[in-house]
Structure formats: structure tokens, C-alpha cells
């Protein structure tokens, strides 16, 4: 089955500067990679997702990319604020928006 | 986007007793999941829940512990059979509507 693998596990950075997490995954039939951000004691939120048949999306200051030759995607937050500060979580699916496998997770701390 | 509820959001539990949670959603969605977040750990698939017929269980995860009801499409049900302190976590029930997958949020569940 699919296995979703993210590092760093923690990271730590300057406010205003940029944050990259990266995650890999196995099956090459996965098709949408959702990131999720989840701050303490609540729900995760879906915070910007991507398809197979698009390698980069944007949102503000958020962007996620996709290699599909290395089975690999990322999300970059740029100009990074205290608010950023959560866990975020990335997953991938062979069904779509449906079964979702997740990474292990990465605690962004956003220092001001 | 969907609007998941979840109750109870938290309870205590005596080791050997059932608990059943329940999950609506604001609008019609296509699949439902359940999922388990053990304290500061990601989020591990426990089924699918499928309306009118059985659940669709992962690896590691069988009916008779975990009973899953949908009677129809917004509501389902999670059961924790026979407990034990190793069932502390959190559970969350999810609603895909084909386009993305969004979460409640959760019942955190300890045994004493």
C-alpha cells in the first residue's frame, strides 16, 4: 500500500522567512496530495491541495509543487507569521479526495 | 465546504465498556471516514464508511472492535468495542465530496 514519508519532523523559523516541508510517497497511481494544518487541540484544516496533472499551486503565501517522476511534493510558506505556527500534516491518495494516507507530521514554529 | 459535527468532543471511559460516536455532516457528501490521532501523532485510517452496507475496514482494524454505521449520507456512527487504555486517542470522522476531504473536530477518548 502507500506509504507517505515527511521531514523535517520539526522546524523552526524566523518570522517573515520561508518555510519548505517536504513529503515523499510510494505508489506511483497516488493522485492528490492534500496539506493539512492543525493547531493544538483542533481539527485539521485543508489548507491547499494538488492534483497529478498540475506540477505547482499557489495560494497567497502558500504553495505546494509536485515532482511525479520522484514522487515527491512540498509545501513553501513564504513570509512566514507567528499565526503559522501548527502542525502540518501532508497525505496522498490513489482515489482522490478519498482514502488518505498521511506523513508523521511537522511542528512549525514560527520565531518572532 | 462540508460542516462536520462530532459528539461527544470528549469523554472517560471505564476499560471493558463501549462507546459510540456519532458524526453528522451539513451536506450531502460522497464517502465518510473515520480516522485515529494518537496524542502528537498523525492520523491513521481506521475505515470507510459506506452508506447502507458494511464499513470498509484497514489493516489492523476489524469490525467487531470498531462498528460502523451510515444510514444515510450525512451520519454516521463509530463504535469503540470493549475498551482498553490502549484505545485512548482521538477520533475523527471526515466527509469527502469528491473534491477534498474535511475533518471534525474529534472526540478525544480516554480509558481508565
Known amino acids: 500500500g502507500e506509504n507517505v514519508e515527511q521531514h523535517p519532523s520539526t522546524l523552526s523559523v524566523q518570522e517573515g522567512d520561508s518555510a519548505v516541508i517536504k513529503c515523499t510517497y510510494s505508489d506511483s497511481a497516488s493522485n492528490y496530495f492534500p496539506w493539512y494544518k492543525q493547531e493544538l487541540g483542533k481539527r485539521p484544516q485543508l489548507i491547499i491541495d494538488i492534483r497529478s496533472n498540475v506540477g505547482e499551486k499557489k495560494d497567497q503565501r502558500i504553495a505546494v509543487t509536485l515532482n511525479k517522476t520522484a514522487k515527491h511534493f512540498s509545501l513553501h510558506i513564504t513570509e512566514t507569521q507567528p499565526e503559522d505556527s501548527a502542525v502540518y500534516f501532508c497525505?496522498?491518495?490513489?482515489?482522490?479526495?478519498?482514502?488518505?494516507?498521511f506523513g508523521q507530521g511537522t511542528r512549525l514554529t514560527i520565531n518572532p | 465546504s462540508a460542516v462536520i459535527s462530532q459528539k461527544p468532543s470528549r469523554d472517560i471511559c471505564q476499560r471493558g465498556t463501549s462507546l459510540t460516536i456519532q458524526c453528522q455532516v451539513d451536506?450531502?457528501?460522497?464517502?465518510m471516514f473515520w480516522y485515529r490521532q494518537q496524542p502528537g501523532q498523525s492520523l491513521t485510517l481506521i475505515a470507510t464508511?459506506?452508506?447502507?452496507?458494511?464499513?470498509?475496514?484497514e489493516s489492523g482494524f476489524v469490525i467487531d472492535k470498531f462498528p460502523i454505521s451510515r444510514p444515510n449520507l450525512t451520519f454516521s456512527t463509530l463504535t469503540v468495542s470493549n475498551m482498553s487504555p490502549e484505545d485512548s486517542s482521538i477520533y475523527l470522522c471526515s466527509g469527502a465530496d469528491g473534491s477534498a476531504q474535511h475533518f471534525g473536530d474529534g472526540t478525544r477518548l480516554s480509558i481508565l
Open positions: 451536506s450531502q457528501v460522497t464517502m
Open positions: 464508511a459506506n452508506q447502507g452496507s458494511e464499513a470498509t475496514y
Open positions: 497525505a496522498a491518495s490513489i482515489q482522490g479526495a478519498q482514502k488518505l494516507v
